[in-house]
């Protein structure tokens, strides 16, 4: 493609709401634009890399035995209904009418209809197994879409669903998503972990999230440093390590009201009173809808909103409003307690283990000493804590680290959850009618884009792996010498005639500009000409993200572009067998 | 693809509302299912054969300098309003809110988009010219969907908008889409039409229309068979062919009423009066809305609705029921007439001609004779005839003929209508701003999937052309000795790593079964490889749609396959060079 003609509006200043490192560079490099909240259009490079992530998705899939189609984007109600998510799906589900009154929305995924076709058209064991998959735009409304393509409410989606007979054939088609989709990360380049998810929302049994790191994401990750062990925080059990108990003595005192002025954080009680924060009980207090509970957690400890809220059977939950906070204990924020509360109180397990506790006395500027669960206050005890890194690893008792990560894959076991619901049956061998046996696969193809770019980028830019880069190879022609022009000319048409993706800068710049837009948009291979190598005849490359140029004689440069492509290409196949062996010893599949 | 592992559930069955080809022949292959009312899903087969088509579409695309985005499919309504379709595009476009109240719909088509696009990212005629497009699910809430891909609600369009400096440029712009159309028809293997068309609900002066002919096309198109001149029959111009006038004296004797009992059609009138039935003048009564018209056009032709609807500014017009006739004429349905009619009158301007006419008298059983327009009754004369086979060209005065089509490409000059309304203007060369000229250019992309079987099937199936073929070559094994599924596996394994797309029948059913299933898939080229074949070292090869079958050595047959297709791509891109010339020198570009 040569510049002149492209479609590239490059900026130099971008929204301030958009922070994220790929928010802005594919802002900046023109490869996206916002066209309302949470929905974009893609311009032709951003369109480009999505095209090439996703074909690489479709050939893993096809490789691993699965079958292309579409569904619509617009679906029926009445499927809906039929699994009771027409009303439970929330305001998530964007909703219309056509001109006949019928109800309808935008599909925001595929169960309801896949299980629909499965019905219809799967009626014996013999056409079993099926995988099914799809390459969609889809659409949810977010409540808050933010960081452009990693949560949009429009974005592209690989979703694939697996019919089987039987739990343990449904196991070996999980199976199978787990290693496409472990080779589909790897040969994106990624840095990604496989991790135990929680599996809720989907109705199923198990499910694995594929988190791409990335200090910026949203989700946290926890893993284990020796073992395999590796889950979602939400689902992530992790052991606290208290090391020697701080109180030993059996026998505890009754409890005492303390002065503690001004002292409303763990660190100030714990520094005031010279108890370690292990043995404060932290209190607090949290809504939704028009209900609250208090909630305990020791005092090194942080409340997992997740398991609060689906151990309270909410959406989602709210640290209760000062006010709230003082009309429910009495006190301000910084002095609840358990003690005399009248409120629900849920405690994470290991507040249990505290022997002489320190909590707030329901009183301004006043705690308690010598508090005993269970003895001074009654409380459900759930496992309520955030997992911290440190803590030790459920499998090994080894420490555990917490990374951050962007969810780009989610796969599900799904069992007959969707099938019992929609009759979806066909006949064993021995004649009798079964439900088939689901499991669900979703790749966020549009967000795998932006998450390369969190992955792979510096200050000057995006620096974009082979297999997805937009073009493989910048060509610049630098220097007002018509010879240069007429040099470059011949190798832009001899790379397009030999099959190499070249974005040709022939554009009358100066040459700040060419090599800053380069770096910006970040391919990987630069193609220099300028006057001194076109007298010598030599083209000056060089990798993005590398500082050494390389002189390559004219008459090489073809196969030299092709090594180099080589050479790219077979490490990227060699990540994916090798991410394939890692991911099956990983999950003891 | 292995036959057993596929999902492709062929029907004896159809529903009866199925009657184009087409549509049948889609559902009983297996191709398409269908979800709710003009909303489909692909099954694989059907898959492939879109993707193939959106391919070719994309290569021409590319080839002719369109360079190629990704809109939205859920548009803000705040577009819309500004060029005023949000109100006028009707019912057609599906709207919703978001959570937030938010008004969308889901993109019928992307004028509006694109325009904001175009006005936020070109700024200069050294931008100019720009012509991006996309290939999409868009949605149009037909009031009728029908025949499947046809007319669906949800479909799959390539829309292409450009962008020039001045109305000279643009037509640079316009007649290189003229060419990557005729290109993209030829090499999918259409019998096409490039015909003039009205323009009018886009906005802008002039377009064309790429019919893909098919006697169960819902178009009708007038084409010279003398001259280029070739129309859509809604905007085609033919003058009626008399020869000598049947009345020649000049002075009519006043009107007579004859009794005509039980006379109701042109024909019986005409031969029960003896009059030629060019003589009759016919009264039809249409309504829309609260309103009504009597329309009037000689008995030997029809009214064009279409025609009808622009002159009186309706969208659409229907003939009154029996009663509403009865009730404006005062007499049954067959022998209304405008001599004394209390009603609005138009009449085709051929009717004025009539020199001693016969109509309905507005009592049952009778007629007038002895009719002269102008004398016995007054009307607004206008054009509203259907043009007929046998018309004269407006351009050459030779006869011109009535096809039936499947409108499949639309191309339009938009010039300023939209850039006007929204403001999307660039710098010239002289600093000044202006306007950008565009051009809009549509592929129904999921319609071209049922017009090639529309135009290739016959009584056992469909007849896929190589080039969008869901796979090239169906391979059968037949007969139950397991040598024969060895050799037949190895075949398979060979024709894979050839790049020679196959779908292999190995499944246990008997010959019959197979044979019939794959002339039902209709795949360009047959392989069989039975006991006989076996024995003797060669598989049967056969043409989808010949009788004959060509014995091939097994180790020629993948050189001997290669050849096939080498022979079927070249007379494609053959056929694609010759249409380039045709449709160039046909519309004078």
């Known amino acids: 493609?040569?510049?002149?003609?492209?479609?590239?509006?490059?900026?130099?200043?971008?929204?301030?709401?958009?922070?994220?490192?790929?928010?802005?560079?594919?802002?900046?490099?023109?490869?996206?634009?916002?066209?309302?909240?949470?929905?974009?259009?893609?311009?032709?490079?951003?369109?480009?890399?999505?095209?090439?992530?996703?074909?690489?998705?479709?050939?893993?899939?096809?490789?691993?035995?699965?079958?292309?189609?579409?569904?619509?984007?617009?679906?029926?109600?009445?499927?809906?209904?039929?699994?009771?998510?027409?009303?439970?799906?929330?305001?998530?589900?964007?909703?219309?009418?056509?001109?006949?009154?019928?109800?309808?929305?935008?599909?925001?995924?595929?169960?309801?209809?896949?299980?629909?076709?499965?019905?219809?058209?799967?009626?014996?064991?013999?056409?079993?197994?099926?995988?099914?998959?799809?390459?969609?735009?889809?659409?949810?409304?977010?409540?808050?879409?933010?960081?452009?393509?990693?949560?949009?409410?429009?974005?592209?989606?690989?979703?694939?669903?697996?019919?089987?007979?039987?739990?343990?054939?449904?196991?070996?088609?999980?199976?199978?998503?787990?290693?496409?989709?472990?080779?589909?990360?790897?040969?994106?380049?990624?840095?990604?972990?496989?991790?135990?998810?929680?599996?809720?929302?989907?109705?199923?049994?198990?499910?694995?999230?594929?988190?791409?790191?990335?200090?910026?994401?949203?989700?946290?990750?926890?893993?284990?440093?020796?073992?395999?062990?590796?889950?979602?925080?939400?689902?992530?059990?992790?052991?606290?390590?208290?090391?020697?108990?701080?109180?030993?003595?059996?026998?505890?005192?009754?409890?005492?009201?303390?002065?503690?002025?001004?002292?409303?954080?763990?660190?100030?009680?714990?520094?005031?009173?010279?108890?370690?924060?292990r043995d404060l009980i932290k209190t607090l207090i949290y809504v939704w809808g028009d209900q609250s509970v208090a909630v305990l957690v020791r005092g090194d400890d942080d409340v997992n909103e997740v398991k609060l809220a689906r151990a309270v059977g909410a959406g989602e939950v709210f640290l209760a409003a000062d006010a709230e906070v003082q009309r429910l204990t009495g006190a301000p924020v910084g002095f609840a307690g358990p003690v005399g509360l009248r409120a629900r109180i849920l405690a994470d397990r290991h507040v249990a283990d505290v022997r002489d506790g320190v909590t707030g006395a329901n009183q301004a500027d006043r705690h308690l000493r010598h508090v005993l669960p269970g003895r001074d206050f009654q409380a459900e005890f759930l496992d309520l804590r955030a997992v911290r890194s440190g803590d030790a690893c459920p499998r090994c008792q080894k420490p555990l680290r917490v990374f951050h990560g962007i969810e780009a894959g989610h796969t599900f076991v799904l069992g007959t959850h969707y099938s019992n619901k929609m009759k979806a049956t066909f006949l064993g061998e021995d004649g009798q009618s079964r439900p088939l046996v689901m499991g669900c696969y979703g790749i966020g193809v549009s967000r795998l884009v932006a998450a390369a770019i969190e992955q792979h980028n510096d200050e000057k830019g995006m620096r974009w792996p082979v297999p997805i880069a937009p073009y493989t190879v910048e060509l610049l022609a630098i220097g007002a010498d018509p010879a240069i022009g007429v040099r470059t000319d011949g190798i832009y048409h001899a790379l397009q005639s030999a099959g190499i993706d070249t974005l040709y800068d022939e554009r009358e710049e100066r040459p700040g500009v060419k090599f800053m837009d380069a770096d910006l948009l970040g391919l990987p291979f630069r193609v220099v000409v300028g006057k001194k190598g076109n007298a010598g005849g030599w083209a000056e490359f060089r990798r993005r993200g590398e500082t050494q140029d390389q002189q390559v004689p004219f008459e090489q440069l073809e196969a030299f572009l092709r090594r180099e492509i080589a050479v790219a290409n077979a490490a990227t196949h060699a990540a994916a067998a090798e991410a394939e062996q890692s991911v099956l010893k990983r999950l003891g599949l």
Chains 1, 2 share one sequence.
């Open 1 to 277: 493609m040569r510049y002149s003609k492209a479609l590239i509006p490059t900026l130099k200043e971008v929204p301030a709401d958009a922070t994220m490192p790929s928010h802005k560079l594919l802002l900046r490099g023109g490869f996206i634009r916002r066209v309302a909240a949470g929905i974009y259009e893609y311009l032709p490079l951003g369109w480009r890399v999505l095209r090439r992530v996703a074909e690489v998705v479709r050939e893993e899939m096809d490789r691993a035995g699965a079958q292309e189609i579409l569904m619509p984007a617009v679906l029926p109600a009445e499927l809906w209904r039929e699994t009771g998510r027409w009303d439970t799906f929330g305001p998530q589900l964007l909703r219309m009418k056509d001109r006949k009154g019928a109800e309808y929305c935008v599909g925001p995924t595929h169960e309801e209809v896949v299980t629909d076709l499965a019905r219809r058209e799967i009626r014996s064991y013999r056409e079993l197994p099926r995988n099914l998959y799809q390459i969609q735009t889809k659409f949810r409304d977010e409540p808050r879409p933010r960081a452009g393509l990693i949560r949009g409410r429009e974005f592209v989606m690989k979703d694939a669903y697996s019919f089987d007979a039987d739990e343990e054939k449904a196991k070996l088609s999980y199976r199978a998503m787990v290693v496409a989709y472990a080779r589909i990360f790897a040969r994106l380049g990624f840095d990604f972990r496989v991790v135990e998810a929680d599996s809720g929302a989907m109705g199923g049994t198990s499910s694995h999230e594929f988190q791409i790191l990335c200090d910026a994401g949203e989700d946290a990750i926890v893993a284990c440093e020796s073992c395999s062990y590796a889950a979602n925080v939400e689902a992530a059990l992790g052991e606290r390590v208290d090391g020697e108990p701080s109180v030993t003595r059996t026998s505890i005192p009754q409890p005492v009201a303390v002065d503690t002025p001004g002292k409303h954080t763990i660190e100030d009680v714990s520094a005031f009173l010279g108890v370690p924060s």
